[in-house]
């Protein structure tokens, strides 16, 4: 298959980063990288869905890994894998005997060993310079599920209508579930079991860098983990800090220990983002250096420095997060600075990710959430246009129509889009330029 093959399909059947942003997966394909890496490194507590998978299917995922390493013509494919994930690495040797230029690459259980420039670096050894893409080092990322849906895509003609999902924490069933795109939260929950607190709250994706949502939020193709949790949680009260009051805070506690900058994963790299002097300069309102605001944009949003380092529980992270916004809002370039040397004591920096879910209040939540890999019916879905960074999709089908399962009723926009598919068999009930409602 040629790339061009390759990105039609993906495209056309939606295929995106299953996390994160939800970059659309064909504008990753490129013949300059020499190598392509598969996370499955799943740094946050708690979820699951990546180890489960890759075990499960463990031939189609690696047999599609080494397909897109022949057509984009790079030198050998790799695997980054947390080392604990014994029976996922199992599954793995038995399978890449088949498969000579794909390899496994084991790292620490340490956060954030998920984020693609950590795990480019721990794998391959090449640093992504500040405001880069791992093409720029010659390097093409995909997660598990990902490169799941790129198989099913492929070789079976399925596109993404449906979401993997770990619903853990104040649950009497932990489960890992496959839901319909556009499934409500509140529903998906039911569907896993009991909730066992009183007044839940939903976080939507990993506790560090996920969000909170609702019992209406709907399944997207880039939640990983409904984690829910009592609303008197630390956890969810820290998510409800307002900004003003944390910038007091930080002028009359913030002790310049720089804790947070030493534990900062991207400035072991290198990279020019070091929090303790955002949070002087922002409690000192002074502005007389700008180079500390603009290098807030090489801030990766991990979380470390706020939920983990600050022995006062400030929140540099939050404090950052608002300067990248308002360095984007203003139009402002943070330039392209060359990185300094990777930090000689990177090694003793890391966090580890059991004593991190201890910190966060989380570790009696760590328990199995077993994948069961039949689609979920449901009776009525409300499908977002957008899920992925890149124009909304644009809708082809009006209401009342009938659709099925796997039926295209977004066409991708121009320029970075993909399209969006049916989930479930039914009437189009509702339709605007966010979302199509269908009910079965």
Not at 33 to 56: G, Y
Not at 140 to 163: C, F, Q, S, W
Not at 233 to 246: A, G, Q, T, W, Y
Not at 350 to 356: A, D, Q, S
Request: charged letters at 25%; hydrophobic letters at 40%; proline letters at 6%.
């Amino acid at each position: 298959m040629d790339i061009s093959s390759l990105q039609k399909i993906a495209r056309e059947n939606g295929v995106v980063g299953a996390g994160g942003a939800g970059f659309p997966s064909y504008a990753k394909m490129t013949e300059k990288a020499d190598a392509v890496l598969l996370n499955c490194v799943e740094c946050e507590p708690l979820l699951k869905l990546h180890r489960q998978l890759l075990a499960m299917h463990a031939a189609e995922i690696v047999g599609m890994l080494d397909e897109v390493r022949k057509t984009l013509k790079a030198d050998e494919a790799v695997i980054g894998i947390k080392s604990e994930y014994t029976e996922t690495i199992e599954a793995l040797e038995e399978v890449i005997k088949d498969h000579p230029s794909v390899r496994i690459s084991k790292v620490r259980a340490a956060y954030p060993m998920g984020d693609e420039v950590i795990l480019i670096y721990e794998a391959l050894g090449r640093v992504v310079p500040p405001g880069g893409l791992p093409a720029e080092v010659g390097v093409v990322v995909y997660n598990v599920e990902t490169m799941y849906n790129l198989y099913r895509a492929v070789h079976l003609g399925i596109p993404v209508t449906d979401k993997l999902v770990s619903i853990v924490g104040e649950t009497d069933h932990p489960v890992t579930l496959r839901l319909p795109i556009g499934v409500k939260t509140g529903e998906a929950v039911r569907i896993a079991g009991s909730i066992t607190c009183n007044d839940p709250a939903y976080l939507m994706g990993g506790p560090m860098m996920g969000r909170m949502g609702t019992y209406e939020t709907p399944i997207i193709k880039t939640t990983n983990a409904v984690i829910i949790l009592s609303r008197q949680h630390e956890l969810i009260m820290k998510m409800k800090k307002n900004l003003d009051v944390e910038i007091k805070r930080a002028s009359s506690a913030c002790c310049q220990c720089r804790t947070c900058t030493d534990l900062c994963s991207r400035h072991a790299l290198g990279h020019p983002i070091e929090p303790h002097r955002i949070m002087r300069a922002a409690a000192d309102r002074n502005t007389s250096d700008p180079s500390v605001f603009i290098n807030s944009a090489f801030c990766s949003g991990c979380g470390i420095c706020e939920k983990y380092a600050c022995p006062q529980g400030l929140s540099p992270r939050a404090m950052i997060q608002e300067f990248k916004i308002g360095l984007k809002k203003e139009g402002i370039n943070a330039g392209r600075p060359e990185p300094a040397p990777v930090a000689s004591d990177r090694e003793y920096r890391k966090v580890p990710v059991h004593r991190l879910a201890s910190r966060l209040g989380l570790a009696p939540y760590d328990v199995p959430a077993p994948l069961e890999d039949e689609p979920v019916s449901v009776s009525s879905v409300k499908i977002p246009l957008s899920q992925h960074i890149g124009a909304p999709a644009r809708a082809i089908v009006k209401k009342g129509d009938t659709v099925k399962r796997g039926q295209m009723i977004g066409e991708a926009a121009e320029g970075l889009s993909v399209a969006v598919h049916a989930s479930i068999d039914g009437t189009v009930t509702e339709i605007s330029d966010r979302y199509i409602e269908i009910t079965s």
